[in-house]
């Protein structure tokens, strides 16, 4: 079974529809991007598998668990990561991992080791002892990306993790990701950085206003779109062919006595 199974997803705010009928599913030792502009859904996705908002219609399941029945104990699987999470300005970073290592039931001597094996792989070095507001917004992602993680859950949902990010520190988020995969990590990684999608991820689900354009790998994807020469060009062609244009309006017909 694949770690991760979205059936059907579908949700609605008033009259906007985020995510429209989308399905697709994750295996153990994987990276699947969810891929698409500002605006397509994925956020809104990501945050329904994480617990955080429950879908209009559809299901999603973390490790065979329905996260809308039990979102605790999917929750207890999988670290999310987003760009709207906060950290606490007058921790140090080693002090906000510490206390979410806590609340994860942690023993001391686990967070502890956790936390030097982070450091290391996402070269966190001297910021750990830093105060997290005297942190710069590529440094504090890192950190956030260390708290998301520290409970080393078999599922991991990143949301746009590289924003903020300098080219030496996104590399290593880059290999510490493919690292994970290879201890058999189920990895979704969103983001709208298409060339980044290209080089991490095994299999690509292209999202656009809300719906799945198309899904599989990098080269089957641009295959798929007339043997376009990159992911980029590949998901602009595709989104061209599904573009209905618009009928032209018409007299309204006459009404029968």
Do not use: W
């Not at 999917?74 to 906000?96: K, P, S």
């Not at 993790?161 to 990701?177: C, E, I, K, M």
Request: glycine letters at 10%; proline letters at 6%; a positive charge.
């Amino acid at each position: 079974m694949p770690a991760v199974v979205v059936v059907r997803l579908h949700k609605v705010f008033g009259r906007a529809t985020a995510v429209d009928d989308l399905s697709f599913s994750v295996a153990a030792g994987e990276i699947y991007g969810l891929l698409g502009p500002n605006g397509a859904g994925k956020t809104t996705a990501l945050r329904i598998l994480a617990g955080l908002l429950a879908p209009t219609s559809g299901s999603a399941h973390v490790t065979g668990i329905d996260v809308s029945a039990a979102p605790r104990e999917a929750q207890r699987r999988l670290g999310f990561l987003t760009g709207t999470t906060g950290l606490y300005g007058r921790l140090t970073g080693r002090e906000v991992l510490t206390y979410f290592g806590r609340l994860h039931g942690m023993p001391p001597e686990r967070i502890a080791l956790r936390v030097d094996e982070l450091s290391r792989a996402l070269d966190l070095g001297g910021l750990l002892d830093k105060r997290c507001e005297a942190l710069s917004s590529g440094q504090k992602q890192r950190v956030s990306v260390a708290r998301a993680v520290l409970h080393d859950p078999p599922v991991l949902i990143l949301d746009e993790p590289t924003v903020g990010l300098d080219v030496l520190a996104s590399r290593f988020l880059r290999d510490y990701v493919s690292a994970e995969r290879a201890r058999g990590k189920a990895i979704l990684f969103s983001t709208h950085y298409l060339a980044e999608a290209e080089l991490l991820c095994d299999r690509i689900g292209l999202l656009y206003r809300g719906r799945l354009l198309a899904e599989g790998t990098p080269p089957s994807l641009r295959a798929l779109a007339r043997g376009a020469s990159s992911l980029e060009e590949a998901f602009l062609r595709l989104v061209e062919q599904t573009e209905i244009p618009p009928v032209a309006a018409t007299a309204p017909a006459a009404v029968l006595p």
